[in-house]
C-alpha cells in the first residue's frame, strides 16, 4: 500500500486538478455572454447606422419641399416685379425676394452637406453589415464548441471527484480524520509539498525530525501555515 506522503501527493493534485476544472466551468457562462454582448454591439451599431442615414434621408426630403416652396416664392416675386408701379411696393417686392434668395441659397447649402452626409454614412452600412455577419458566423461557432467544452469538462470533473474519492478512501486511519477536516475548511490549501526542508506553501523551512517523519511515511503538518505535508516525489 503507497505511504501517506503518496497517497497526499496524489489528492493534492486531484483537488487542484478539480479547482482548475470548476474554474474554468464558472468562467463559460460569462465568456459565452461577452460573445453574446459582442454581437448585440454590433447589432445596434448598425441599426443606429441605418436609422441615422434614414433621419438624414427624411431631413434631405423636407429640405427640398421647403426649397421648392421657396423657389415658387421667388418665381412669383419675379413675375410680380414687373406689374408694380409704385416705387414703395417695388423696394418692398425687392427686398422679400432678396430674403427668399437668401433663404433658397441656404438651404441648397444645408441639403448639399447632408448629402455629403448621407454617402459618408452609406458608405460604412455595408463595411459594418459585414463585420456583423463574420461576429455572428464566430458567436454561433463559440456557442456549438461552448456546448461541447461544458459536457467534456462537466464529465472530466466527475471523473476527478470519482478517483479523489476512491484515492481519500485508501488514506491510513490516523490521518483521515485530520485530512477530512481540513480539507473541509481549505480544499486543497489543506496540503502542501515539501521541496528539500521548505514548505512551498508558506516557504517555511521545517525541522530535522519533521524532515526525517515525512522520509519515515508518517504525516506532519506545518507548523507555519498548518497544512498536510508531503515530499516531493
Do not use: W
Amino acid at each position: 500500500m503507497p505511504g501517506p506522503g503518496n497517497i497526499l501527493r496524489e489528492i493534492h493534485r486531484l483537488r487542484r486538478n478539480a479547482k482548475d476544472v470548476r474554474a474554468r466551468i464558472a468562467q463559460g457562462p460569462q465568456q459565452l455572454k461577452t460573445q453574446q454582448a459582442r454581437q448585440t454591439r454590433q447589432e445596434e451599431g448598425l441599426h443606429q447606422a441605418q436609422d441615422e442615414l434614414k433621419h438624414l434621408k427624411v431631413n434631405i426630403h423636407q429640405k427640398e419641399v421647403s426649397l421648392k416652396e421657396i423657389d415658387g416664392k421667388v418665381k412669383k416675386f419675379e413675375k410680380q416685379l414687373a406689374d408694380i408701379m409704385s416705387k414703395k411696393e417695388y423696394d418692398a417686392l425687392r427686398t422679400e425676394l432678396a430674403h427668399a434668395r437668401e433663404q433658397a441659397g441656404k438651404l441648397e447649402d444645408e441639403i448639399l452637406a447632408i448629402l455629403s452626409e448621407v454617402e459618408e454614412k452609406a458608405a460604412r452600412i455595408p463595411e459594418l453589415d459585414k463585420t456583423l455577419k463574420e461576429t455572428k458566423a464566430q458567436v454561433e461557432q463559440f456557442s456549438r464548441e461552448y456546448d461541447e467544452k461544458m459536457a467534456r469538462l462537466t464529465e472530466e470533473q466527475k471523473d476527478l471527484y470519482k478517483r479523489l474519492t476512491e484515492a481519500e478512501a485508501t488514506l491510513p486511519d490516523d490521518i483521515k480524520p485530520l485530512y477530512e477536516r481540513l480539507a473541509n475548511l481549505k480544499g486543497e490549501d489543506a496540503m502542501a509539498l515539501v521541496e528539500g526542508t521548505i514548505c512551498t506553501a508558506c516557504y517555511t523551512e521545517i525541522t530535522p525530525q519533521g524532515h526525517q517523519d515525512l522520509l519515515r511515511g508518517l504525516y506532519v503538518l506545518c507548523k507555519n501555515c498548518g497544512r498536510i505535508m508531503y515530499l516531493a516525489e
